[in-house]
């Protein structure tokens, strides 16, 4: 693994309790006038907003600007709104909210946090820190409810549906076909193809996957950098 991602804080949020509330979770980062937004925490780099503040930058269109500043210079841009969103001003169009975040998420790709106060956004980018440096410490399960051997079909359907394009229903179509889970993991695109319901398209997809050659995973065990 890489060393610790890196935990920057803009000289600016002195003002805030946030840098105070860090120190006592323990969590160790340094003070820089950043350039684009609050907060670098790995790979995020997170523009932080109070409620108040987010209304006002909506209205003056200084949410966006600030959007494709920090989407220019890092892979990961994010907004942390803080506080109660039912306390917007009475005179925002109710769709002004939920129509920035959308437009943030589409055409910026910003992930959107939010947290109840400073204690609360302190705690939110301590845990961010502590997933990317030490991960969660186990592997969560991706598929769940893994069948037991009865009927005996339930093990090889579930196999088999784990293919792309491939449902329970085209699960039972190929074993049926062809007989077994290993027999459809055997097969040739052509031979796939022969299957009732199963299209070019998905025979080349099945066919890609059974023969790609990983060289990275996802682990939630050990952190993600």
Known sequence: MSSAPTFIVDSRETNSRIPAHLRELGVEFEMQEMAAGDYRVGAFLIERKTIADLAGSILDGRLFEQAELIAQVSERPALLVEGNLLDLPND???????G????????????VFSSPNQAGTARLLARLHHHQV?????????RVLKPKDKPDGAQAQYLVSGLPGVGPEMARKLLGHFGSA??????SIHELAQCKGVGPKTAVAIA???????TKFRSTKTGTL
Do not use: C, K
Request: net charge negative; aromatic share 10%; no cysteine.
């Open 182 to 187: 290993r027999a459809v993991f055997a097969a």
């Open 134 to 142: 030490n991960g969660l410490g186990y592997e969560v399960a991706t």
């Open 100 to 111: 920035a975040i959308s437009s943030l998420t589409v055409f910026w790709g910003l992930s």
């Open 92 to 98: 925002m169009h109710p769709d002004s909210l939920p």
């Open 208 to 214: 890609a996957a059974l023969d790609q050659a990983p």
